[in-house]
């Protein structure tokens, strides 16, 4: 009997990395050590953020990227290949003075334990051009691959929540504004 992946946009963004786990019986992954694979992927994700805090964004990034990863980055393009990741996070560092953490909330392993994933939370604080310190934060998911090295990032993706400045906006008096400007 054939078994099939359940529907939905999640579920369509994981059957690209499950596909080869959807149709599987249960092997030993499954059922002596899913519990220790999905903690194991979650110590991952934590290291990755620890070593971001610690030595710097793009050492991490360089270190957990897997070499045919893709990252879609709030506001930007998709980037492909750990090259281009890595670059991309070094040049939007520059010298300014940044701090990146996040924090894993829930982590998922395939049946056959060579694929995950984990999402979390993220904060980030850098100082602007005028000095004042910028803050935000956001959602952030990575899909794993397990290989003989550990685990590594195969899709790195990020949503950064309302910026907080939305809040302070008066809107009436925008929309008040506009209406004065109609015919």
């Known amino acids: 009997m054939k078994q099939?992946?359940?529907?939905?946009?999640?579920?369509?963004l994981l059957l690209a990395?499950?596909?080869g786990a959807c149709g599987q019986a249960p092997n030993e992954a499954t059922t002596a050590g899913a519990a220790e694979?999905?903690?194991?992927?979650?110590?991952?994700?934590?290291d990755f953020s620890a070593l971001a805090f610690e030595a710097g964004v793009a050492q991490a990034y360089a270190r957990f990227i897997a070499a045919d990863a893709v990252q879609l980055p709030d506001g930007g393009m998709p980037l492909n290949g750990k090259q281009a990741i890595v670059e991309n996070v070094a040049?939007?560092?520059g010298?300014?003075?940044?701090?990146?953490?996040?924090?894993?909330?829930?982590?998922?392993?395939?049946a056959s334990g060579d694929l995950g994933y984990t999402w979390g939370y993220y904060y980030v604080e850098t100082m602007g051009e005028d000095g004042e310190l910028y803050a935000a934060e956001g959602k952030y998911a990575n899909f794993w691959r397990r290989?003989?090295?550990?685990?590594?990032?195969?899709?790195?993706?990020?949503?950064?929540?309302?910026?907080?400045?939305?809040d302070e906006l008066e809107?009436?008096?925008?929309?008040?504004?506009?209406?004065a400007e109609l015919p």
């Open 4 to 12: 099939y992946c359940p529907s939905g946009l999640l579920a369509g």
């Open 17 to 19: 990395l499950f596909a």
């Open 37 to 46: 694979l999905r903690e194991e992927l979650l110590q991952a994700d934590r």
């Open 91 to 93: 040049k939007s560092l």
């Open 95 to 110: 010298d300014v003075e940044f701090s990146l953490s996040w924090d894993p909330v829930d982590a998922q392993v395939s």
């Open 147 to 166: 290989g003989a090295d550990g685990w590594e990032v195969l899709l790195d993706i990020s949503n950064q929540n309302e910026p907080p400045f939305l």
């Open 171 to 179: 809107f009436d008096a925008l929309l008040e504004e506009e209406a």
